[in-house]
C-alpha cells in the first residue's frame, strides 16, 4: 500500500464547468502520474510529475492541466470539462526500489454531462 | 517507441482451468517488465515483476517468466479461481531516463464456478 487517495471519488459535472481532482500521497514520492482509462483504449497518460513544480505532458494532455506545489498533493485539472472527458482518472507514484514500477490510487470516476 | 501487445480478451474459463494470457513487447534496451491485475471498480494493483532476462515473477500463483529471445512475458496460472475473475494489464519500463510506463490494453478474465 503507497499510502495514496484520490478525491473525490465520484464526481458528475456540467460541460464547460472547471473541475479539480486531487491525488494525495504520504510517503514522499517524487514522481507522480494521471492516467485516463477508457473502454477500449487501455491506460493513457495524460500529465506526470517528477518534483515540485515538475511536470511534463502525457500522450493525451489537450484540455488538462496540472500542478504540484507540494510533495504530496497532484492536482488535475479540466479548464472547461467536455464529454470526451467522462473517464475514470488514476493518479499512481513511482515506487523506489529502482524498478520504476508504479502504484495506483482507487481511482475517480467523472462523467461530464 | 516501445510497445506492449496482449492477447485479445475476453477470455472465459471454468474453476481449476489453466490459464495463460500472452503479452509480447517492442522496447530498446533491456526493459524491466510487470503485470497489474484490476479487480471491478479498484485501482490497478502490482501482481509480479521480473527486471531481467530468464527472471520469473511469481505471486499469487501467478507467474510470468522474461523471455528476451522471444519479447514475451506471458502470464500463467495453474488453477484459476472465481477471484482471479479481473482484468489484467502486462506493462514495461525501459529503463534509466524513461518516466513512464508503456502499458497493454489489457485483457478481462472471467472464469466461472
Known amino acids: 500500500d503507497a499510502g495514496i487517495t484520490q478525491s473525490p471519488r465520484h464526481k458528475v459535472t456540467e460541460t464547460g464547468t472547471p473541475v479539480t481532482l486531487r491525488c494525495h500521497q504520504t510517503e514522499n514520492h517524487r514522481y507522480m502520474y494521471w492516467y485516463r482509462q477508457d473502454p477500449g483504449h487501455g491506460l493513457r497518460l495524460i500529465h506526470y510529475s517528477y518534483g515540485v513544480k515538475d511536470t511534463d505532458k502525457g500522450e493525451v494532455s489537450d484540455g488538462y492541466s496540472v500542478s504540484r506545489s507540494k510533495t504530496e498533493d497532484f492536482l488535475l485539472t479540466l479548464e472547461s470539462a467536455t464529454s470526451s472527458q467522462t473517464s475514470v482518472y488514476f493518479c499512481a507514484i513511482r515506487g523506489t526500489g529502482g524498478l520504476y514500477e508504479q502504484y495506483f490510487g482507487p481511482g475517480t470516476r467523472l462523467t461530464v454531462t | 517507441g516501445d510497445s506492449v501487445t496482449q492477447m485479445e480478451g475476453p477470455v472465459t474459463l471454468s474453476e481449476e482451468a489453466f490459464l495463460t494470457i500472452n503479452c509480447t513487447y517492442t522496447a530498446t534496451g533491456y526493459p524491466s517488465l510487470f503485470w497489474y491485475v484490476q479487480y471491478p471498480g479498484e485501482g490497478l494493483q502490482l501482481l509480479l515483476k521480473a527486471t531481467k532476462a530468464d527472471d520469473k515473477g511469481s505471486n499469487k500463483g501467478f507467474e510470468a517468466t522474461y523471455r528476451k529471445e522471444t519479447t514475451s512475458f506471458h502470464l500463467e496460472k495453474g488453477s484459476v479461481q472465481v477471484s482471479d475473475s479481473a482484468v489484467y494489464f502486462c506493462?514495461?519500463?525501459?529503463?534509466?531516463?524513461?518516466?513512464?510506463?508503456?502499458f497493454g490494453k489489457g485483457t478481462k478474465l472471467s472464469v466461472i464456478p
Open positions: 506493462a514495461l519500463h525501459s529503463g534509466a531516463g524513461s518516466y513512464q510506463l508503456t
